[in-house]
């Protein structure tokens, strides 16, 4: 008998815990996550393949930067329950084939999220790279 109750106590105290740290993590995601800004942003794209490099000056009121190259009609993919998978840039479609795909950066730095959910704010810089091999 008293062993149960020292199993029960046990499971009961690994339930508060595992409850609490899930709860400090919800917390710091919900402090930490990217903020969309809303009002009229100017912001820039630059399109890098192997060949060429292009760059596209944006005015735009979207919170975020899959909207915003939809409106101007510079990105094509399919949808997914992730969001917009990007498969063509400026015109440009990257072969599965070749194992191509774009690489999506800020400013030079890897982006973590897909277009759809990647805020932008005035004065920003993203580039999409057309990169070769997985």
Sequence with gaps: MMEKRKQTRAILILTIVIVA????MLCVYFL???VAVTGEKSITLKVVTDDTASEHQLATD?????EALQEEGLVAGEESQFGLFVQTV???TASTEQMQWW???KGGEAVYTG??????EDGDTFEFTLTTGY
């Design 62 to 66: 979207a919170a975020y930067l899959g």
């Design 32 to 34: 930490c996550r990217p």
């Design 115 to 120: 277009v759809d959910s990647t805020p932008i």
């Design 21 to 24: 740290v899930a709860a400090v």
């Design 103 to 105: 690489c999506l950066t």
């Design 90 to 92: 400026d015109g440009i």
